[in-house]
């Protein structure tokens, strides 16, 4: 046992004389040195990641009924337990796995119920819950508020352009991205390809410029330093060069995989693991103090559609991942995959919170006050598995 | 019709900024009309003749130190032993030179107040007759004072006759210096005989080539020469004796004597006022009205506009004497202004307007703006050539270009990462977009890629 679950042990007791304001102080001040300051990461996966193309349900025997094309593309991938495996480009978290570094939790949704990427990833950032009501309110989200709460944790950097949704709400919180940056994403391009169909000159013009473009990146600039692997780096730098930084937040998109999904998520998923990887081994030692938390707005329909993608659809799965997981085993109720088992008999049923995850491993991890966390996470509150 | 409405406020103007389309649509005509307004600018920004006169001093400085320098290096080679080395060098180099300075100024104002304006038809007409009137800024001279041409020339007469327009135009330091007619004197004048100067034909031509008749206009070398001794003597001044006077200055003595033959019609005027009458005559021939309107219609139309609409414009302009209001009001009134086709592409610069107009992005720094609009081929004042910027889709559509606006578009859109889309979408068009560019749009898998495809669809590249 070492020094930090000794004193979780005697928290509970502490905490009753003080107001939970000086006591998060407090205990946190005197029971972390510097570098056991607990990191928390937030990576968000725009675009709805493809859960069961990730956390593969190879046991359940409707999984390849509904995607023979696609199962068959993906072969046998990592196992796990359960009977679940993990997609083969992701090679390096299924050695955090097999090191009980990496905990998947499947069918997880985050109560919003429409197929909008913009609205689920704000309803995903803002984690205010408030499923029933049109207009979603984005001045605050649940991690900007959790690091009010907190007076040790309480600054954050984004790397991003501006401080995305999920930040907003706390007065400490940076925004930092390499400058000149020309990466765009493969992703815009091919929109505008959609978009230009009707347009041939622009579609051609289009397509010439990409070529160029691929004829030059040969020399690797922008693009090098906004691989998501370069990111995570950085901001791992960023983490260490700082005491008082606690919490990062990444964001990788590229996941709306509506077509030829096996090959490009494929590579999205190797950019996942590759930055991952990336993260930890520039964080050394702080690695065993850090989770890492990645989640995706909402996952995509169980039946594979014609074009050997999947469209918009409900439960995805998360990660949870770090030195500080205690991970190695699957968590989330596994709904099955029969139609009637299905959400509007197309999507993967969510049988767990995907916010409540998050509640209750910032919860743990930075040991806030259960009563506090319905406020910070829109009214939900903490699951009782234990998870750090 | 909402679709008029729409037209009005992009085919003419620079983009919707929130609302603007509400009022387009009830009465897309007026609405235009009453935009035809001269355009403000930050009259704090110095004048050609302000300029003129702090670049004498910053020339007057650098004398000074020069011969500073040589004095103290002079001093230094006789006491060898002596280690002293003066710094005026570095001094100098601290604050940005004047013409660095007015030109960035310059830029980002106008920039700033296109993006702005409530009249963005009449910023889309300045940029039209500043690309007519074309002088590059190369130079400290011409650094200074080229974006001065559209302010003190230009914009004032913007809405009245073409004949002032030039008038102004042919007067202006910045054109008389790029065209080199300010050491243009005639040869039988007195300058001429006494230092054995001549004409210089550059600006003479341009006018009769670029400005008014067009290339294709009805004059020869002969009408080049004519027009040249008519404004010779036609220069600017720039000393500080002159202090007050920095700027057009009319040499007498280096005016060429004597009556001329131009365009058909003998001009006995003596002095300056030869030159005037000529540039009068210029400006109404019924072949400036057709270069100019054809131009026109060009730019705000179609690469090839029909005959019928240029000709209903050049009708106006004899009419009324090329007063430009009232041209613009025909083509603002002509039906086939208003086809539905989407004809025109947009340039750089009107796109990086359109972009900040519609999504209210934060301005860019005024060294990011020039640094983006060079890069996408539209660095302003720097056409490096009288007749001004390419006017066509061929000269714009490039395959390299087309990338480097894709990645200013993603770099703007993640700045503006909080808008609505759907909303956005409503207050750029209406319910006129494109199944497929909404459906692309609305279903990007981030609200960044969104705004990035909606700034690039073809509905905002070509109106």
Avoid at chain 1, 121 to 127: K, N, R, T, V, Y
């Amino acid at each position: 046992m070492n020094r930090r679950d000794l004193l979780k042990l005697f928290g509970g007791s502490l905490v009753v004389m003080q107001s939970p304001q000086l006591l998060i102080s407090s205990a946190n001040a005197t029971s972390y040195s510097k570098t056991e300051q607990p990191l928390f990461i937030w990576v968000m996966l725009r675009g709805a990641l493809d859960s069961l193309h990730t956390v593969i349900p190879e046991f359940d025997e409707n999984y390849i009924k509904h995607r023979p094309k696609l199962a068959k593309q993906l072969g046998t991938g990592l196992p796990l337990e359960k009977g679940f495996s993990l997609n083969p480009a992701l090679a390096e978290l299924h050695s955090w796995y097999q090191n009980s570094e990496l905990l998947p939790i499947v069918a997880v949704g985050s109560g919003y119920h429409g197929r909008s990427h913009f609205d689920g990833q704000d309803f995903l950032e803002s984690g205010q819950s408030k499923v029933n009501s049109n207009a979603i309110d984005t001045h605050s989200g649940w991690l900007g508020r959790t690091l009010q709460m907190s007076a040790y944790h309480h600054k954050a950097i984004a790397i991003d352009q501006t401080v995305p949704i999920s930040l907003r709400g706390s007065d400490d919180v940076n925004a930092w991205y390499p400058s000149n940056a020309k990466d765009v994403g493969d992703d815009i391009y091919s929109a505008l390809m959609n978009m230009y169909q009707d347009s041939p000159k622009l579609s051609m013009s289009l397509q010439k410029g990409l070529e160029l473009q691929k004829n030059a990146m040969a020399q690797q600039s922008g693009k090098q330093r906004t691989k998501f692997a370069n990111l995570t780096k950085a901001c791992a730098n960023l983490l260490l060069a700082d005491n008082k930084l606690s919490c990062a937040v990444l964001e990788l998109g590229g996941w709306d995989t509506h077509n030829n999904q096996h090959g490009r998520l494929a590579r999205q998923l190797k950019e996942l693991d590759d930055g991952l990887a990336s993260l930890k081994a520039q964080l050394g030692e702080r690695w065993q103090h850090t989770v890492v938390a990645v989640a995706t707005e909402f996952g995509r329909t169980v039946k594979e559609n014609g074009t050997g993608g999947s469209d918009h659809g409900s439960a995805a799965c998360m990660l949870l991942a770090g030195g500080a997981i205690k991970g190695g085993r699957i968590l989330g109720d596994w709904p099955g995959l029969a139609k009637s088992e299905l959400f509007e008999g197309r999507d993967l049923m969510p049988t767990s919170n995907s916010l409540q995850w998050l509640a209750t491993v910032l919860a743990q991890h930075w040991q806030i006050k259960p009563a506090h966390m319905p406020a910070l996470f829109g009214g939900l509150q903490t699951y009782s598995e234990q998870l750090v | 019709m909402s679709v008029h409405g729409l037209i009005a406020v992009n085919r003419f103007g620079y983009g919707a900024k929130p609302g603007e389309l509400a009022k387009a649509i009830s009465n897309p005509q007026g609405f235009l009309k009453q935009q035809l307004k001269q355009p403000e600018f930050n009259r704090v920004l110095p004048s050609a003749s302000e300029l003129m006169q702090k670049l004498y001093q910053q020339r007057q400085q650098a004398k000074m130190l020069e011969s500073k320098k040589q004095e103290s290096q002079k001093q230094q080679t006789q006491n060898k032993e002596s280690a002293t080395s003066p710094s005026n060098n570095n001094q100098t180099k601290k604050s940005p030179k004047v013409q660095q300075q007015a030109y960035r100024d310059f830029c980002q104002d106008s920039f700033k107040a296109a993006v702005k304006s409530d009249n963005s038809l009449s910023w889309r007409l300045l940029d039209f007759f500043s690309n007519h009137f074309s002088v590059t800024a190369q130079g400290p001279v011409m650094t200074a004072l080229a974006p001065t041409l559209e302010r003190e020339a230009i914009a004032p007469n913007l809405f009245g006759s073409f004949a002032d327009m030039l008038d102004a135009v042919v007067h202006h330091p910045a054109m008389l210096v790029y065209l080199n007619n300010q050491q243009s004197f005639g040869v039988n004048s007195k300058i001429g005989k006494r230092k054995g100067k001549g004409l210089n034909e550059n600006l003479a031509r341009e006018i009769l080539e670029l400005h008014t008749l067009g290339v294709d206009g009805p004059y020869n070398q002969t009408d080049v020469i004519a027009l040249a001794k008519g404004i010779s003597g036609w220069s600017v001044s720039n000393k500080s004796k002159h202090s007050g006077r920095n700027g057009f200055f009319y040499r007498d003595a280096g005016h060429e004597p004597g009556s001329q033959q131009l365009v058909g019609k003998r001009f006995t005027q003596k002095g300056e006022a030869q030159g005037r009458a000529m540039l009068k005559h210029l400006a109404l021939h019924p072949s400036t009205a057709k270069f100019v309107s054809y131009k026109l219609a060009k730019h705000f139309i179609s690469d090839e506009p029909e005959q019928e609409l240029v000709n209903a414009l050049v009708a106006r302009w004899q009419q009324t004497q090329g007063n430009l209001k009232q041209v613009v009001e025909a083509l603002i009134e002509h039906p086939l202004a208003w086809q539905s086709e989407r004809a025109k592409f947009i340039t750089p610069r009107e796109h990086l307007i359109f972009a900040h107009r519609v999504t209210e992005a934060p301005l860019p720094k005024t060294r990011n703006l020039i640094g983006l609009l060079n890069q996408l081929g539209q660095r302003p004042f720097k056409a490096g050539s009288p007749a001004g910027y390419g006017d066509t889709e061929g000269e714009w559509l490039s395959d390299k270009v087309m990338i480097d606006r894709i990645t200013w578009s993603r770099m703007l859109a993640a700045k503006v990462n909080k808008l609505d889309v759907k909303q956005l979408i409503e207050q750029v068009w209406g319910e006129q977009l494109s199944q497929r560019s909404y459906l692309s749009i609305t279903r990007a898998e981030s609200r960044v890629d969104a705004i990035t495809l909606l700034l690039m669809s073809p509905e905002t590249l070509r109106r």
